[in-house]
């Protein structure tokens, strides 16, 4: 993984997959997809979210391949110089994946991450003649959550007297924002790029607390205690499969970063707490 981030090896790399055939860069990206899936699958990936040992890497390679992308794209793909029938594309979308809380203080710690599901409407407004920008947005349900842990006096007022366990099942709205950018070529498979943001609304918070001395809670209602709203940044790529006629299918990687404190601090007093997602997403556009 090392050796692929040097930027001169990664652009050779991307220099040699665009002047190839769409199956050989199905082929690659399906590598890095399978890959993921094996480590996820030993345990590597828990490593990544829960230390962050690895994610920069990841984040890096996406953002060097994006760059070289850029660079050589008008050199070497081949794109359709046939104008777009339309300017709106609808799909729908059911992704499995990562959730996970990330405490920034003391007092708290992750345990544990949950696997995510989403699932809903997809939709890109094209933004040029050829379709190679759009505007990604959609209108899905998120699910997902992550087992926390806190010390004495942390955590919510009724059960602070000892140190206690949170298993957090989390659902929201997920409304993505994000700017696309898309290969368009004669032979196959496209691949696009996608950078922005998203706007989840909180519709479900349930928590099975467990404290130190095996007393169980189940399904404890704590909406009132998660913060309505949550946004942050997101990025992905991947690959989009012309099946028949106006019918794609669509998979791809996408990381999620929260940037609002989920559990409130005044009802907490666990400080900051990030909601982060890491996403399979598969779809089809019709």
Known sequence: MDMLLTSGV???????LITSSSNTIALALVFLIVYLCIAFLRNDLLKVFNKNKYMKRVLLFL?????????????????????????????????????????????????????????????????????RYAFSTGFTVNTGGSTMKYAANKGLSDYRLTPAEYDLHLSYIDIPLAIKLKTVRQDGIDIYGEFGTFLDFNIKARADI??????????????????????????????????????????????????IDVTRNSRWDDGRVVRNNFVLKLGLFF
Request: net charge neutral; aromatic share 10%; glycine share 12%.
């Open 63 to 131: 953002f060097f391949l994006a760059a070289s992308y850029s660079t050589f794209a008008q050199s070497y793909v081949v794109k359709r110089r046939v104008p777009v029938d339309r300017y709106l594309r609808l799909g729908f979308t059911i992704s499995p994946g990562l959730a996970s809380l990330g405490p920034q203080d003391a007092g708290a710690d992750r345990e544990s991450m949950h696997g995510s599901i989403t699932y809903g409407l997809m939709a890109d407004f094209i933004l040029d003649t050829y379709g």
């Open 210 to 259: 467990t404290d130190a001395q095996d007393h169980a809670f189940d399904k404890v209602n704590v909406m009132k205690d998660i913060a309505p709203i949550n946004t942050g940044l997101a990025l992905g790529g991947g690959i989009e499969y012309p099946l028949d006629g106006r019918l794609s299918l669509v998979a791809g990687l996408q990381y999620k970063a929260g940037l």
């Open 10 to 16: 990664l652009r050779r790399c991307v220099q040699a």
